[in-house]
């Protein structure tokens, strides 16, 4: 599976952006699709997750209620909405998936087998 992460930038506080990662390859009907985030001098954490198969969403407690994460079927395409953006939200967003994910694992980078290029993401205060 290849990942194309696109739809960083710079924003201000209270702002919004919308990332896309469009995968290529393989049959996604059994993958997880992630999005993860790494600010300077700080590990990459998990932002929030999809089951391609189904729809399931999962959030890091941080991103709740302001993150919303989406699929598009035809465009192999998941995206990333962030609302109300905060300047702790700054880092360099990155896509990931990852097959045959269980609930409990979500969150683990190390389940993810395929990662994107980051796009960065700057929120101004």
């Known amino acids: 599976v290849q990942l194309q992460a696109s739809g960083g930038g710079l924003v201000q506080a209270g702002g919004s952006l919308r990332l896309s990662c469009v995968a290529s390859g393989r049959t996604l009907s059994n993958y997880m699709l992630g999005w993860f985030r790494q600010a300077p001098g700080k590990e990459r954490e998990f932002v929030a997750a999809?089951?391609?198969?189904?729809?399931?969403?999962y959030y890091a407690d941080s991103v709740k209620g302001r993150f919303t994460i989406s699929r598009e079927i035809a465009k192999k395409t998941v995206y990333i909405q962030m609302n109300n953006l905060k300047p702790e939200d700054t880092a360099v967003y990155y896509c990931?998936?990852?097959?045959?994910?269980?609930?409990?694992?979500?969150?683990?980078?190390?389940?993810?087998?395929?990662w994107g290029q980051g796009t960065q993401v700057t929120v101004s205060s």
């Open positions: 990931a998936a990852g097959s045959g994910i269980i609930l409990t694992t979500v969150s683990r980078r190390s389940v993810y087998d395929y």
């Open positions: 999809l089951r391609w198969s189904g729809g399931n969403t």
